[in-house]
T-cell receptor, first 117, second 109 residues
Framework: GAVVSQHPSWVICKSGTSVKIECRSLDFQATTMFWYRQFPKQSLMLMAT?????????EQGVEKDKFLINHASLTLSTLTVTSAHPEDSSFYIC?????????????FGPGTRLTVT | AQRVTQPEKLLSVFKGAPVELKCNYSYSGSPELFWYVQYSRQRLQLLLRHISRESIKGFTADLNKGETSFHLKKPFAQEEDSAMYYCALSGRGYNKLIFGAGTRLAVHP
């Protein structure tokens, strides 16, 4: 149980375009979802926290107008990278937490590799 | 400031040798500490957390508040333990995880 999926698993887009990444909790209701960014051989850096039905809370240094997060339902959160640039190329990982998963346990998606050309 | 430090980027051992992956933290309050593992080409998954005080896959970790450490230990490493290990911290009412830089464990035959 407690499975989180991401779609797409990888995406290539041209500079200046926008790309949307979906994060779904498949068998539980995710009251909170988290978006991370991971550079090669580096740790996960939290970008933002989103609670269902409310605005996302962004970490310092993360541009909220560039990385749009929507958490409209208890099973879906989306991250839209707007006007993508090559420096946005990275591995984006979401995680989800809900009442069923316990107070602090987060379940992670498989990640989405974004390449901006 | 909240911070998790994993001083070793790579830990290389032979099969059957003891393993200790170090983790130190900085947090004002009562933290919850976790170890996450990422096997090759797989997603990050929870290995263990300090409040459960359990042994998973032979790994244990004890929270030492005096030394602000949460080292991960296993008495006899196996090749299948080779993976990336991340120590992470969260706090009561603190709605997020802070990860350390990670330690790659390589267990050689």
């Amino acid at each position: 149980g407690a499975v989180v999926s991401q779609h797409p698993s990888w995406v290539i887009c041209k500079s200046g375009t926008s790309v949307k990444i979906e994060c779904r909790s498949l068998d539980f209701q995710a009251t909170t979802m988290f978006w991370y960014r991971q550079f090669p051989k580096q740790s996960l850096m939290l970008m933002a926290t989103s609670n269902e039905g409310s605005k996302a809370t962004y970490e310092q240094g993360v541009e909220k107008d560039k990385f749009l997060i929507n958490h409209a339902s208890l099973t879906l959160s989306t991250l839209t990278v707007t006007s993508a640039h090559p420096e946005d190329s990275s591995f984006y990982i979401c995680s989800a937490r809900g009442s069923r998963t316990g107070s602090y346990e987060q379940y992670f998606g498989p990640g989405t590799r974004l390449t901006v050309t | 400031a909240q911070r998790v430090t994993q001083p070793e980027k790579l830990l290389s051992v032979f099969k059957g040798a003891p393993v200790e992956l170090k983790c130190n933290y900085s947090y004002s309050g009562s933290p919850e500490l976790f170890w996450y593992v990422q096997y090759s080409r797989q997603r990050l998954q929870l290995l263990l957390r300090h409040i459960s005080r359990e042994s998973i896959k032979g790994f244990t970790a004890d929270l030492n508040k005096g030394e602000t450490s949460f080292h991960l230990k296993k008495p006899f490493a196996q090749e299948e333990d080779s993976a990336m290990y991340y120590c992470a911290l969260s706090g009561r009412g603190y709605n997020k995880l802070i990860f350390g830089a990670g330690t790659r464990l390589a267990v050689h035959p």
